[in-house]
């Protein structure tokens, strides 16, 4: 097996996000990668503005694809948001020999979310030697600085198994 075929997937897209972000319209270039690698997250056009271990910022505007009969954005969108605040935030923080999967996550709605959202998560997890479960929150809020909905995802990490 090659180095490069070991590689975990988020170190390629932490590689991907020092390359890019430094550039006129990296972040934007990096955002559509991210949804062409992972394709549902990719469906609500959101971008990563800021990507380090341990936290991620994640900006949504709202257009009429991520909307719901209320006018607001839908809950689906507020959730998948809210995952990959916490996935990036997470994941980046992981060994290579470590990896993630979300079991479980919940969303709590506060107000109808409307115009530019960003969502933020900030998580310090465990050394994993392991299968742990591990809480990683995110907030997402409007041009107002006001919280439409907090995210828990529930994170099962563990240890990459040898391949012989």
Not at 98 to 105: A, D, E, F, M
Not at 122 to 127: M, N, R, T
Request: hydrophobic share 40%; with cysteine; aromatic share 6%.
């Amino acid at each position: 097996m090659t180095s490069s075929s070991k590689t975990n997937p988020i170190e390629r897209l932490q590689r991907l996000w020092q390359r890019l972000q430094p550039l006129p319209g990296g972040t934007w270039i990096f955002s559509r990668i991210l949804g062409w690698v992972i394709p549902y997250t990719g469906t609500i056009g959101a971008n990563v503005k800021v990507l380090e271990p341990g936290f991620a910022q994640i900006h949504l505007h709202d257009h009429r694809r991520v909307r719901n009969h209320l006018h607001s954005v839908h809950a689906l969108a507020l959730a998948n948001l809210g995952e990959v605040a916490s996935g990036l935030a997470m994941l980046g923080t992981l060994s290579s020999d470590t990896r993630g999967i979300p079991t479980r996550l919940s969303i709590e709605f506060i107000k109808k979310a409307r115009g530019h959202l960003v969502a933020e998560s900030h998580c310090s997890p465990p050394i994993v030697t392991e299968d742990t479960d591990f809480e990683v929150y995110a907030n997402i809020r409007d041009a107002d600085g006001d919280v439409v909905a907090r995210t828990t995802v529930n994170w099962r990490l563990g240890p990459v198994p040898n391949e012989s």
